[in-house]
């Protein structure tokens, strides 16, 4: 006569087999569409459907239309943001502003004349030399926000430093970096939004 197997449990507690199926059936019964979504596994198909965006892969992931003059990631101007700024030498420009759960944006811009030399400009005070030291900003509590941090790539220089502490002569680069940030420098549309 065969041995009957032992009764799944946890710790000491024995739980009869009919709970266990029943509780298996009914995590498979939750799997896949339901509510007139879309029936597709892949991530940005979902994404696009959940925001009414029609668009295509490059336009979540636009590029410069010619060579690279400068890259500017921030980081941490709110908790969970990322802003990348690339700019092109022929005044083309590539924002993509990563939000976590406040949403994925990708524009592309364009540079006036002026602002374009303002950019080069900037770009030829690479590499700007050490960082001053300042003291980190006290964090009373866990919501305090740490200073917005900067990573800046020239060609084969990259340079990273805070907010608090810019090095000489960096200041214009970050000032330009806000300025098209918040639509005061050059001519944006957004390409791709996961949210509106």
Do not use: N, W
């Amino acid at each position: 006569m065969r041995e009957r197997p032992a009764p799944p449990t946890i710790g000491r507690m024995r739980i009869p087999l009919p709970l266990v199926a029943g509780a298996l059936a009914a995590g498979l019964a939750g799997c896949g569409a339901g509510g007139g979504g879309p029936a597709s596994t892949d991530l940005a198909a979902l994404t696009e459907h959940r925001a009414g965006v029609d668009t295509t892969r490059s336009d979540a992931h636009p590029t410069i239309s010619g060579p690279r003059l400068l890259e500017i990631r921030r980081t941490g101007d709110q908790f969970g943001t990322s802003d990348d700024v690339v700019y092109g030498r022929d005044g083309s420009v590539v924002v993509i502003r990563a939000y976590g759960g406040g949403g994925y944006y990708a524009l592309r811009c364009r540079l006036s004349d002026d602002e374009l030399a303002a950019v080069a400009r900037d770009a030829r005070r690479l590499p700007l030399g050490p960082a001053p030291h300042v003291p980190e900003r006290p964090r009373k509590t866990f919501y305090t926000l740490p200073a917005p941090s900067y990573l800046v790539e020239h060609g084969h220089d990259v340079e990273s430093f805070t907010v608090d502490a810019v090095p000489a002569g960096g200041r214009p680069m970050i000032r330009h970096l806000v300025d098209l940030l918040r639509g005061r420098e050059g001519r944006c549309r957004k390409t791709y939004a996961t949210r509106t």
